[in-house]
Protein backbone atom coordinates (compact mmCIF):
# COMPACT_ATOMS: atom_id res chain seq x y z
CA UNK A 1 0.00 0.00 0.00
CA UNK A 2 1.60 3.35 -0.99
CA UNK A 3 1.99 5.80 2.25
CA UNK A 4 1.47 9.30 0.91
CA UNK A 5 4.35 11.87 2.11
CA UNK A 6 3.00 15.40 1.60
CA UNK A 7 5.63 15.45 -1.22
CA UNK A 8 4.04 12.60 -3.30
CA UNK A 9 0.97 14.61 -3.06
CA UNK A 10 2.72 17.71 -4.04
CA UNK A 11 4.05 15.65 -7.25
CA UNK A 12 0.63 13.59 -7.86
CA UNK A 13 -1.55 17.16 -7.99
CA UNK A 14 1.09 18.90 -10.12
CA UNK A 15 0.74 16.30 -12.41
CA UNK A 16 -2.74 16.69 -14.43
CA UNK A 17 -4.32 14.16 -12.35
CA UNK A 18 -1.79 11.34 -14.34
CA UNK A 19 0.12 8.45 -13.06
CA UNK A 20 -1.98 8.25 -10.03
CA UNK A 21 -1.46 4.93 -8.42
CA UNK A 22 -4.74 2.49 -8.48
CA UNK A 23 -6.26 2.72 -4.89
CA UNK A 24 -7.32 -0.94 -5.44
CA UNK A 25 -7.03 -3.21 -8.65
CA UNK A 26 -9.72 -3.90 -10.90
CA UNK A 27 -10.73 -7.57 -10.87
CA UNK A 28 -11.97 -10.10 -13.66
CA UNK A 29 -13.92 -12.34 -11.18
CA UNK A 30 -12.77 -15.90 -10.16
CA UNK A 31 -14.75 -19.33 -10.59
CA UNK A 32 -14.81 -19.50 -6.64
CA UNK A 33 -13.83 -17.66 -3.67
CA UNK A 34 -13.77 -19.06 0.07
CA UNK A 35 -16.42 -15.91 0.82
CA UNK A 36 -18.54 -13.87 -2.04
CA UNK A 37 -19.93 -10.21 -0.19
CA UNK A 38 -22.42 -8.86 -2.82
CA UNK A 39 -22.80 -5.50 -2.08
CA UNK A 40 -19.74 -2.86 -2.31
CA UNK A 41 -21.02 -0.16 0.38
CA UNK A 42 -19.67 0.51 3.49
CA UNK A 43 -20.87 -2.68 4.75
CA UNK A 44 -19.25 -5.04 2.65
CA UNK A 45 -16.22 -3.05 1.97
CA UNK A 46 -15.74 -3.61 5.98
CA UNK A 47 -16.61 -6.79 6.47
CA UNK A 48 -14.26 -7.79 3.88
CA UNK A 49 -11.75 -5.91 5.09
CA UNK A 50 -11.72 -6.91 8.59
CA UNK A 51 -12.28 -10.67 7.22
CA UNK A 52 -8.83 -9.82 5.58
CA UNK A 53 -7.30 -8.43 8.62
CA UNK A 54 -8.25 -9.69 11.67
CA UNK A 55 -9.22 -13.46 10.35
CA UNK A 56 -6.69 -14.13 7.49
CA UNK A 57 -9.80 -14.79 5.34
CA UNK A 58 -8.19 -13.48 2.21
CA UNK A 59 -9.86 -15.34 -0.92
CA UNK A 60 -12.72 -13.19 -1.04
CA UNK A 61 -14.62 -10.83 -3.57
CA UNK A 62 -16.99 -8.15 -3.05
CA UNK A 63 -19.71 -8.32 -5.75
CA UNK A 64 -21.09 -4.53 -6.60
CA UNK A 65 -23.62 -3.84 -9.42
CA UNK A 66 -22.16 -0.31 -9.57
CA UNK A 67 -19.64 1.19 -8.29
CA UNK A 68 -18.47 1.58 -5.08
CA UNK A 69 -20.24 3.66 -2.63
CA UNK A 70 -22.60 4.45 -4.99
CA UNK A 71 -25.48 2.90 -3.06
CA UNK A 72 -26.82 4.44 0.53
CA UNK A 73 -22.74 4.74 1.47
CA UNK A 74 -22.32 7.70 -0.70
CA UNK A 75 -25.35 9.09 -0.46
CA UNK A 76 -25.92 9.54 2.88
CA UNK A 77 -25.52 12.72 5.62
CA UNK A 78 -22.35 10.67 7.36
CA UNK A 79 -24.24 11.38 11.20
CA UNK A 80 -22.02 9.18 13.51
CA UNK A 81 -22.94 8.98 16.80
CA UNK A 82 -23.48 6.78 19.63
CA UNK A 83 -26.85 8.16 21.30
CA UNK A 84 -29.14 5.51 21.16
CA UNK A 85 -31.16 4.27 23.70
CA UNK A 86 -31.16 0.29 25.13
CA UNK A 87 -28.21 -1.27 25.63
CA UNK A 88 -27.67 -3.26 22.99
CA UNK A 89 -27.53 -0.06 20.62
CA UNK A 90 -24.78 2.07 22.82
CA UNK A 91 -22.77 -1.10 23.27
CA UNK A 92 -22.84 -1.58 19.23
CA UNK A 93 -22.95 2.20 17.58
CA UNK A 94 -20.24 3.11 20.58
CA UNK A 95 -17.86 0.60 19.51
CA UNK A 96 -18.22 2.10 15.95
CA UNK A 97 -17.44 5.29 17.23
CA UNK A 98 -13.98 4.04 18.79
CA UNK A 99 -13.41 2.23 15.60
CA UNK A 100 -14.07 5.92 13.62
CA UNK A 101 -11.83 7.54 15.94
CA UNK A 102 -8.93 5.52 15.06
CA UNK A 103 -10.20 4.95 11.49
CA UNK A 104 -7.46 7.30 9.21
CA UNK A 105 -5.10 5.68 11.13
CA UNK A 106 -6.13 2.23 10.82
CA UNK A 107 -6.70 2.44 6.93
CA UNK A 108 -4.37 5.17 6.44
CA UNK A 109 -6.50 6.97 4.75
CA UNK A 110 -8.21 10.34 5.88
CA UNK A 111 -12.06 9.96 6.47
CA UNK A 112 -12.29 13.37 7.71
CA UNK A 113 -13.79 12.39 10.81
CA UNK A 114 -15.39 16.10 12.78
CA UNK A 115 -16.38 15.27 15.85
CA UNK A 116 -18.11 18.66 16.10
CA UNK A 117 -20.89 17.48 17.92
CA UNK A 118 -24.91 16.52 17.59
CA UNK A 119 -27.71 18.48 19.16
CA UNK A 120 -31.38 16.60 19.76
CA UNK A 121 -34.21 19.35 20.31
CA UNK A 122 -36.80 19.70 22.26
CA UNK A 123 -39.76 21.69 21.72
CA UNK A 124 -41.97 21.64 24.55
CA UNK A 125 -41.44 21.34 28.42
CA UNK A 126 -42.82 17.17 28.07
CA UNK A 127 -40.03 16.73 25.18
CA UNK A 128 -36.97 17.92 27.71
CA UNK A 129 -38.10 16.22 30.46
CA UNK A 130 -38.12 12.94 27.94
CA UNK A 131 -34.58 14.35 26.66
CA UNK A 132 -33.53 14.37 30.71
CA UNK A 133 -35.00 10.73 31.03
CA UNK A 134 -32.40 9.77 27.69
CA UNK A 135 -29.66 11.41 28.37
CA UNK A 136 -29.51 9.85 31.87
CA UNK A 137 -30.31 6.53 30.61
CA UNK A 138 -27.52 6.59 28.46
CA UNK A 139 -25.01 8.51 30.56
CA UNK A 140 -25.27 5.21 32.89
CA UNK A 141 -24.43 3.02 30.30
CA UNK A 142 -20.75 5.46 29.81
CA UNK A 143 -22.45 7.35 27.04
CA UNK A 144 -21.29 11.00 27.01
CA UNK A 145 -24.50 13.34 26.93
CA UNK A 146 -25.17 16.58 28.23
CA UNK A 147 -28.68 18.44 28.49
CA UNK A 148 -28.79 22.01 27.14
CA UNK A 149 -30.71 24.82 28.01
CA UNK A 150 -32.19 26.93 25.34
CA UNK A 151 -29.47 29.58 25.27
CA UNK A 152 -26.75 26.74 25.08
CA UNK A 153 -28.51 25.08 22.06
CA UNK A 154 -28.57 29.39 20.61
CA UNK A 155 -24.76 29.30 21.54
CA UNK A 156 -23.84 26.21 20.24
CA UNK A 157 -26.09 26.87 16.74
CA UNK A 158 -26.63 31.02 16.49
CA UNK A 159 -28.62 30.44 13.37
CA UNK A 160 -31.52 28.56 14.78
CA UNK A 161 -34.41 30.77 15.90
CA UNK A 162 -34.91 30.43 19.51
CA UNK A 163 -37.47 32.78 20.15
CA UNK A 164 -40.90 31.89 21.95
CA UNK A 165 -42.84 32.96 18.92
CA UNK A 166 -40.87 30.19 16.72
CA UNK A 167 -43.86 28.01 15.07
CA UNK A 168 -42.35 25.30 17.13
CA UNK A 169 -40.51 27.35 20.22
CA UNK A 170 -36.89 24.89 21.15
CA UNK A 171 -36.65 24.93 24.63
CA UNK A 172 -33.35 23.05 24.80
CA UNK A 173 -31.84 19.61 23.81
CA UNK A 174 -29.09 17.03 24.57
CA UNK A 175 -25.89 17.15 22.80
CA UNK A 176 -23.62 14.00 22.11
CA UNK A 177 -20.31 16.24 21.87
CA UNK A 178 -18.26 12.88 20.55
CA UNK A 179 -20.85 12.62 17.50
CA UNK A 180 -19.81 14.42 14.20
CA UNK A 181 -19.37 13.58 10.74
CA UNK A 182 -16.76 12.00 8.40
CA UNK A 183 -16.20 11.85 4.91
CA UNK A 184 -18.66 8.85 2.72
CA UNK A 185 -16.85 8.24 -0.16
CA UNK A 186 -13.39 8.17 1.28
CA UNK A 187 -14.97 5.50 4.24
CA UNK A 188 -16.13 3.45 1.36
CA UNK A 189 -13.14 3.99 -0.24
CA UNK A 190 -10.41 3.72 2.62
CA UNK A 191 -11.93 -0.06 3.19
CA UNK A 192 -11.64 -0.84 -0.46
CA UNK A 193 -7.94 0.06 -0.77
CA UNK A 194 -7.19 -1.72 2.97
CA UNK A 195 -9.68 -4.91 1.85
CA UNK A 196 -7.62 -4.81 -1.81
CA UNK A 197 -3.98 -4.68 -0.18
CA UNK A 198 -4.74 -7.41 1.85
CA UNK A 199 -6.06 -9.65 -1.23
CA UNK A 200 -9.42 -8.93 -1.74
CA UNK A 201 -10.69 -8.65 -5.15
CA UNK A 202 -13.02 -6.10 -5.85
CA UNK A 203 -15.41 -6.27 -8.49
CA UNK A 204 -17.18 -3.56 -9.91
CA UNK A 205 -20.14 -3.68 -12.50
CA UNK A 206 -20.95 -7.10 -11.23
CA UNK A 207 -24.82 -7.75 -10.43
CA UNK A 208 -25.86 -10.76 -8.36
CA UNK A 209 -28.97 -12.14 -10.29
CA UNK A 210 -29.40 -15.67 -8.61
CA UNK A 211 -28.21 -17.50 -5.58
CA UNK A 212 -26.83 -21.23 -5.83
CA UNK A 213 -28.21 -23.32 -3.61
CA UNK A 214 -27.72 -27.33 -2.64
CA UNK A 215 -30.71 -28.52 -0.08
CA UNK A 216 -29.98 -25.61 2.64
CA UNK A 217 -26.58 -24.58 2.26
CA UNK A 218 -25.91 -21.89 -0.03
CA UNK A 219 -22.93 -22.51 -2.44
CA UNK A 220 -22.74 -20.23 -4.52
CA UNK A 221 -23.95 -16.63 -7.09
CA UNK A 222 -25.51 -16.10 -10.46
CA UNK A 223 -24.04 -12.87 -11.40
CA UNK A 224 -23.91 -11.01 -14.88
CA UNK A 225 -20.46 -12.24 -15.29
CA UNK A 226 -20.98 -15.90 -14.84
CA UNK A 227 -21.44 -18.30 -11.92
CA UNK A 228 -19.38 -17.58 -8.76
CA UNK A 229 -18.74 -20.30 -6.21
CA UNK A 230 -18.31 -19.88 -2.77
CA UNK A 231 -18.34 -21.70 0.70
CA UNK A 232 -19.88 -18.43 2.33
CA UNK A 233 -22.09 -15.95 1.11
CA UNK A 234 -22.67 -12.40 2.69
CA UNK A 235 -25.61 -9.89 1.27
CA UNK A 236 -24.98 -6.43 2.13
CA UNK A 237 -27.04 -4.66 -0.33
CA UNK A 238 -29.11 -2.26 1.86
CA UNK A 239 -32.54 -1.35 0.21
CA UNK A 240 -32.53 -4.68 -2.27
CA UNK A 241 -32.30 -6.57 0.91
CA UNK A 242 -35.52 -8.70 -0.15
CA UNK A 243 -35.01 -8.85 -4.00
CA UNK A 244 -31.43 -10.78 -2.95
CA UNK A 245 -33.14 -12.77 0.25
CA UNK A 246 -36.06 -13.77 -1.90
CA UNK A 247 -33.96 -16.13 -4.64
CA UNK A 248 -32.47 -17.74 -1.80
CA UNK A 249 -36.14 -18.54 -0.43
CA UNK A 250 -36.02 -16.06 2.52
CA UNK A 251 -38.50 -13.54 2.80
CA UNK A 252 -37.36 -10.50 5.24
CA UNK A 253 -39.17 -8.17 7.68
CA UNK A 254 -37.51 -5.26 6.18
CA UNK A 255 -39.25 -2.16 3.98
CA UNK A 256 -37.81 -0.54 0.99
CA UNK A 257 -37.89 3.54 0.90
CA UNK A 258 -36.51 6.44 -0.08
CA UNK A 259 -34.40 9.16 1.99
CA UNK A 260 -33.79 11.78 0.66
CA UNK A 261 -30.92 15.00 1.69
CA UNK A 262 -30.16 17.95 -0.14
CA UNK A 263 -27.41 20.97 -0.03
CA UNK A 264 -27.57 24.40 -0.50
CA UNK A 265 -25.44 26.74 -2.61
CA UNK A 266 -22.05 27.26 -0.53
CA UNK A 267 -21.73 29.81 2.26
CA UNK A 268 -19.25 30.63 5.10
CA UNK A 269 -19.32 28.75 8.35
CA UNK A 270 -22.29 29.24 10.29
CA UNK A 271 -22.78 26.04 11.66
CA UNK A 272 -20.62 23.99 13.95
CA UNK A 273 -22.56 20.79 14.23
CA UNK A 274 -25.40 18.47 13.42
CA UNK A 275 -28.78 19.62 15.03
CA UNK A 276 -31.88 17.16 14.84
CA UNK A 277 -35.68 17.69 15.45
CA UNK A 278 -37.22 14.39 15.80
CA UNK A 279 -40.57 17.05 16.41
CA UNK A 280 -40.62 19.31 13.14
CA UNK A 281 -38.40 16.14 11.27
CA UNK A 282 -35.30 17.65 9.75
CA UNK A 283 -31.74 17.57 10.80
CA UNK A 284 -29.26 20.31 9.31
CA UNK A 285 -25.42 20.77 9.39
CA UNK A 286 -22.91 22.61 7.02
CA UNK A 287 -20.43 19.97 5.31
CA UNK A 288 -16.71 21.96 4.76
CA UNK A 289 -17.85 23.16 1.54
CA UNK A 290 -19.81 25.15 3.11
CA UNK A 291 -22.67 23.64 1.78
CA UNK A 292 -26.21 23.88 4.12
CA UNK A 293 -26.77 19.64 4.20
CA UNK A 294 -30.37 19.10 4.86
CA UNK A 295 -32.34 15.65 5.71
CA UNK A 296 -35.53 14.79 7.07
CA UNK A 297 -38.58 12.16 7.15
CA UNK A 298 -38.14 9.35 4.71
CA UNK A 299 -40.99 9.13 1.67
CA UNK A 300 -44.61 7.54 2.59
CA UNK A 301 -44.60 4.03 0.78
CA UNK A 302 -41.98 1.53 -0.22
CA UNK A 303 -40.23 2.36 -3.71
CA UNK A 304 -36.94 1.98 -5.60
CA UNK A 305 -36.83 4.68 -7.17
CA UNK A 306 -33.84 6.61 -5.71
CA UNK A 307 -34.81 10.12 -6.37
CA UNK A 308 -37.49 10.37 -3.71
CA UNK A 309 -40.43 12.18 -3.67
CA UNK A 310 -41.74 15.97 -4.05
CA UNK A 311 -43.99 16.11 -0.82
CA UNK A 312 -41.31 14.89 1.59
CA UNK A 313 -38.74 17.04 0.12
CA UNK A 314 -41.35 20.17 0.28
CA UNK A 315 -42.35 18.89 3.81
CA UNK A 316 -38.41 18.34 4.96
CA UNK A 317 -37.78 22.12 3.35
CA UNK A 318 -40.58 23.50 5.57
CA UNK A 319 -39.90 21.84 9.02
CA UNK A 320 -35.77 23.16 7.82
CA UNK A 321 -36.68 26.75 7.59
CA UNK A 322 -39.26 26.79 10.53
CA UNK A 323 -36.06 26.27 12.53
CA UNK A 324 -34.07 28.68 10.00
CA UNK A 325 -35.73 31.03 9.02
CA UNK A 326 -32.71 32.74 7.38
CA UNK A 327 -32.19 29.76 5.31
CA UNK A 328 -34.83 31.31 2.99
CA UNK A 329 -32.77 33.30 1.23
CA UNK A 330 -30.76 30.09 0.07
CA UNK A 331 -30.51 28.56 -3.54
CA UNK A 332 -30.68 24.61 -3.35
CA UNK A 333 -28.71 23.22 -5.49
CA UNK A 334 -28.84 19.80 -5.00
CA UNK A 335 -31.18 16.86 -4.09
CA UNK A 336 -31.01 13.13 -4.36
CA UNK A 337 -32.36 9.93 -2.37
CA UNK A 338 -31.11 6.81 -1.08
CA UNK A 339 -33.15 3.43 -0.83
CA UNK A 340 -32.79 2.46 2.79
CA UNK A 341 -33.66 -0.61 4.58
CA UNK A 342 -36.05 -0.37 7.26
CA UNK A 343 -36.53 -2.92 9.89
CA UNK A 344 -39.95 -3.43 12.09
CA UNK A 345 -37.84 -2.41 15.25
CA UNK A 346 -35.59 0.28 13.03
CA UNK A 347 -32.28 -1.83 14.36
CA UNK A 348 -30.08 -3.58 12.18
CA UNK A 349 -30.36 -7.85 11.24
CA UNK A 350 -27.21 -8.63 11.36
CA UNK A 351 -25.71 -12.19 11.06
CA UNK A 352 -26.28 -15.72 10.46
CA UNK A 353 -29.77 -16.97 8.50
CA UNK A 354 -32.04 -19.91 7.90
CA UNK A 355 -29.80 -20.76 4.77
CA UNK A 356 -26.36 -22.45 5.94
CA UNK A 357 -23.72 -20.48 5.26
CA UNK A 358 -25.39 -17.43 4.14
CA UNK A 359 -25.37 -14.29 6.31
CA UNK A 360 -26.87 -11.27 6.02
CA UNK A 361 -26.24 -7.42 6.80
CA UNK A 362 -29.44 -5.19 6.65
CA UNK A 363 -31.92 -3.30 8.00
CA UNK A 364 -29.41 -0.02 8.58
CA UNK A 365 -32.57 2.09 7.75
CA UNK A 366 -31.07 5.91 8.23
CA UNK A 367 -28.56 5.09 10.14
CA UNK A 368 -26.08 2.20 9.28
CA UNK A 369 -23.39 4.90 8.36
CA UNK A 370 -21.97 5.22 11.84
CA UNK A 371 -22.16 1.71 11.70
CA UNK A 372 -19.70 0.87 9.00
CA UNK A 373 -16.27 -0.03 11.26
CA UNK A 374 -18.74 -2.11 14.08
CA UNK A 375 -20.83 -3.89 11.19
CA UNK A 376 -17.82 -4.64 9.27
CA UNK A 377 -15.85 -5.53 12.33
CA UNK A 378 -18.54 -7.66 13.44
CA UNK A 379 -19.82 -9.71 10.56
CA UNK A 380 -16.53 -10.56 9.57
CA UNK A 381 -15.95 -12.04 12.91
CA UNK A 382 -19.04 -14.15 12.65
CA UNK A 383 -18.50 -15.17 9.01
CA UNK A 384 -15.16 -16.69 10.24
CA UNK A 385 -16.35 -18.47 12.87
CA UNK A 386 -20.20 -19.02 12.35
CA UNK A 387 -21.26 -17.83 15.16
CA UNK A 388 -22.53 -14.03 16.00
CA UNK A 389 -19.89 -11.73 17.32
CA UNK A 390 -21.53 -10.92 20.94
CA UNK A 391 -22.12 -7.65 20.23
CA UNK A 392 -24.84 -8.88 17.63
CA UNK A 393 -26.32 -11.45 19.13
CA UNK A 394 -29.42 -9.19 19.65
CA UNK A 395 -29.59 -7.93 16.30
CA UNK A 396 -30.27 -11.53 15.13
CA UNK A 397 -33.00 -12.62 12.83
CA UNK A 398 -34.77 -14.91 14.96
CA UNK A 399 -35.51 -11.91 17.14
CA UNK A 400 -38.90 -11.38 15.03
CA UNK A 401 -39.91 -14.33 16.15
CA UNK A 402 -39.24 -14.60 19.46
CA UNK A 403 -40.03 -11.22 19.96
CA UNK A 404 -36.76 -9.60 21.53
CA UNK A 405 -37.24 -6.31 19.29
CA UNK A 406 -34.59 -3.82 19.88
CA UNK A 407 -37.21 -0.90 19.37
CA UNK A 408 -35.09 2.12 18.30
CA UNK A 409 -37.55 4.34 16.67
CA UNK A 410 -37.18 7.27 19.03
CA UNK A 411 -33.44 7.20 18.57
CA UNK A 412 -33.52 6.89 15.09
CA UNK A 413 -32.81 10.79 14.59
CA UNK A 414 -36.04 11.36 11.19
CA UNK A 415 -39.04 9.52 11.33
CA UNK A 416 -39.63 6.88 8.96
P1 LIG B 1 -25.13 0.56 0.47
O1 LIG B 1 -24.10 1.60 0.62
O2 LIG B 1 -26.44 0.97 -0.16
O3 LIG B 1 -24.47 -0.62 -0.35
C1 LIG B 1 -25.22 -1.67 -0.90
C2 LIG B 1 -24.68 -1.93 -2.27
O4 LIG B 1 -25.25 -3.12 -2.79
C3 LIG B 1 -24.99 -0.83 -3.27
O5 LIG B 1 -23.79 -0.22 -3.71
C4 LIG B 1 -25.74 -1.54 -4.39
O6 LIG B 1 -25.41 -1.07 -5.68
C5 LIG B 1 -25.29 -2.99 -4.19
N1 LIG B 1 -26.23 -3.97 -4.75
C6 LIG B 1 -27.57 -4.02 -4.64
N2 LIG B 1 -28.06 -5.08 -5.30
C7 LIG B 1 -27.00 -5.74 -5.83
C8 LIG B 1 -26.85 -6.90 -6.63
N3 LIG B 1 -27.93 -7.61 -7.03
N4 LIG B 1 -25.61 -7.30 -7.01
C9 LIG B 1 -24.51 -6.59 -6.62
N5 LIG B 1 -24.60 -5.47 -5.87
C10 LIG B 1 -25.83 -5.05 -5.48
N6 LIG B 1 -26.66 6.70 8.20
C11 LIG B 1 -26.02 7.29 9.24
O7 LIG B 1 -25.43 6.60 10.08
N7 LIG B 1 -25.98 8.63 9.39
C12 LIG B 1 -26.65 9.46 8.53
O8 LIG B 1 -26.59 10.70 8.67
C13 LIG B 1 -27.36 8.87 7.47
N8 LIG B 1 -28.03 9.68 6.60
C14 LIG B 1 -28.62 9.12 5.51
C15 LIG B 1 -29.19 9.99 4.57
C16 LIG B 1 -29.68 9.48 3.37
C17 LIG B 1 -30.27 10.43 2.36
C18 LIG B 1 -29.64 8.07 3.13
C19 LIG B 1 -30.18 7.51 1.85
C20 LIG B 1 -29.12 7.19 4.09
C21 LIG B 1 -28.61 7.72 5.29
N9 LIG B 1 -28.00 6.90 6.25
C22 LIG B 1 -27.34 7.47 7.31
C23 LIG B 1 -28.05 5.44 6.12
C24 LIG B 1 -26.75 4.89 5.56
O9 LIG B 1 -26.41 5.57 4.38
C25 LIG B 1 -26.89 3.41 5.24
O10 LIG B 1 -27.50 2.73 6.31
C26 LIG B 1 -25.53 2.77 4.97
O11 LIG B 1 -24.83 3.49 3.99
C27 LIG B 1 -25.74 1.33 4.51
O12 LIG B 1 -24.55 0.82 3.99
P2 LIG B 1 -24.61 -0.51 3.12
O13 LIG B 1 -23.24 -0.86 2.75
O14 LIG B 1 -25.46 -1.51 3.86
O15 LIG B 1 -25.50 -0.12 1.86
O1 LIG C 1 -28.60 8.12 11.98
O2 LIG C 1 -28.11 9.92 13.08
C1 LIG C 1 -28.60 9.35 12.12
C2 LIG C 1 -29.17 10.15 11.05
C3 LIG C 1 -29.29 11.48 11.04
C4 LIG C 1 -29.86 11.76 9.86
C5 LIG C 1 -30.06 10.61 9.17
N1 LIG C 1 -29.63 9.62 9.93
Not at 222 to 236: L, M
Not at 346 to 366: E, F, N
Request: glycine content about 12%; overall charge neutral.
Amino acid sequence: MEHYSFWSLAKHALSGHRNWPQAWRSREPKSRYDVVIVGGGGQGLATAYYLAKNHGITDVAVLEKGWLGGGNTGRNTTAIRSNYFYRESTDFFDRSLDLYEGLSKELNYNVMLSQHGAVTLAHSPGQMDGLERWSNSIQLQGIDAEMLDVHQVKEFMSPLDTSRSARFPIYGGFIQRRAGVARHDAVAWGYARGADALGVDIIQNCEVSGVRMAGNRVRGVETNRGSIEADKVVFAVAGHSTVLAKMAGITLPITSVALQAMVSEPIKPVLDGLVVSPLVHCYVSQSDRGEILIGGRADAYPSYGQRGTLPALEDTLSSTLNLFPAFSRLKLMRQWAGIVDISPDTSPIIGKTPVTALYISTGWGTGGFKAIPVGGETLAYTVANDQPHPLIEPFGIERFQTGRFVNEAAAAGVDH
